[in-house]
């Protein structure tokens, strides 16, 4: 995450830009990094002053600020869950990837036809109330369990659920990865989970998410994600 918000201050000093900076900073990416360090520690005033997200997001990497009495990260406020549905009740939204039903309707056939054997084919109608009536419950829990939708808007990442329920709102500037698993167990056999890595209060904190998303919605998630600094991370078998 520092890497990407550094990233813009190194490739002006790379095409010898004016920089707060010292100009050998530019010679490579270990030089770079030293000279923040000791920006950080001897001019730090002047560092968070000039370049406050590097100075922010370093701070976090350290695990200490200078600035501040006790050395302690003094964090950008994040606000409570409610107050931000209450922001995003009047933000439009950037990117909603939806979700596809492809996988459920194969899996709501193979259902039907492993309940009709559990009746031995079977067919009469009471028979067919239960047939139906078990794999369409069972199904829609599933499919209400392990589908989530992923929305971006401009200061935030929300998770909601099919009937727009929102399950977690995250800001960009807490966020240090999204790694999309596109074959992983999890509580509901082998799925595709997205899991978001976050820095908050000191600590750093995992979620994962099950997803059901077109390849292309994918790719254009990852896109925009990039876009806001996010570290995007991908495990495949």
Same mark, same amino acid.
């Given at each position: 995450?520092?890497?990407?918000?550094?990233?813009?201050?190194?490739?002006?000093?790379? $095409?010898?830009?004016? &920089?707060?900076?010292?100009?050998?900073?530019?010679?490579?990416?270990?030089?770079?990094?030293?000279?923040?360090?000791?920006?950080?520690?001897?001019?730090?005033?002047?560092?968070?002053?000039?370049? /406050?997200?590097?100075?922010?997001?370093?701070?976090?990497?350290? $695990?200490?600020? /200078?600035?501040? /009495?006790?050395?302690?990260?003094?964090?950008?406020?994040?606000?409570?869950?409610?107050?931000?549905?209450?922001?995003?009740?009047?933000?439009?939204?950037?990117?909603?990837?939806? #979700?596809?039903?492809?996988? #459920?309707?194969?899996?709501?056939?193979?259902?039907?036809?492993?309940?009709?054997?559990?009746?031995?084919?079977?067919?009469? /109608?009471? $028979?067919?109330?239960?047939?139906?009536?078990?794999?369409?419950?069972?199904?829609?829990?599933?499919? #209400?369990?392990?589908?989530?939708?992923?929305?971006?808007?401009?200061?935030? =990442?929300?998770?909601?659920?099919?009937?727009?329920?929102?399950? &977690?709102?995250?800001? =960009?500037?807490?966020?240090?990865?999204?790694?999309?698993?596109?074959?992983?167990?999890?509580? #509901?056999?082998?799925?595709?989970?997205?899991?978001?890595?976050?820095?908050?209060?000191?600590?750093?904190?995992?979620?994962?998410?099950?997803?059901?998303?077109?390849?292309?919605?994918?790719?254009?998630?990852?896109?925009?994600?990039?876009?806001?600094?996010?570290?995007?991370?991908?495990?495949?078998?």
């Amino acid at each position: 995450k520092w890497s990407r918000i550094a990233s813009e201050e190194y490739e002006n000093l790379q $095409n010898e830009r004016a &920089s707060v900076l010292r100009k050998y900073a530019g010679a490579n990416k270990q030089e770079f990094f030293a000279v923040c360090i000791e920006h950080f520690f001897e001019a730090s005033e002047e560092f968070k002053s000039k370049l /406050p997200q590097i100075y922010y997001h370093l701070c976090i990497l350290l $695990n200490q600020d /200078p600035l501040s /009495p006790d050395f302690k990260v003094q964090e950008n406020e994040h606000k409570r869950l409610e107050e931000m549905k209450q922001e995003l009740e009047s933000s439009v939204e950037q990117f909603n990837t939806g #979700y596809t039903i492809t996988t #459920y309707a194969i899996g709501y056939v193979f259902a039907v036809f492993c309940v009709a054997y559990g009746f031995h084919f079977t067919i009469n /109608p009471m $028979n067919l109330v239960y047939i139906f009536g078990i794999t369409t419950f069972a199904t829609f829990i599933l499919f #209400y369990l392990t589908t989530n939708i992923f929305v971006m808007y401009q200061d935030y =990442f929300a998770v909601r659920n099919v009937f727009k329920k929102i399950k &977690s709102i995250y800001q =960009f500037d807490e966020i240090i990865s999204v790694t999309f698993d596109y074959n992983r167990f999890g509580r #509901y056999g082998k799925q595709r989970y997205l899991t978001i890595l976050t820095a908050s209060d000191g600590r750093l904190n995992s979620n994962s998410y099950p997803y059901n998303i077109t390849d292309e919605n994918i790719e254009k998630l990852k896109s925009m994600l990039k876009e806001k600094n996010v570290l995007i991370k991908t495990e495949e078998d």
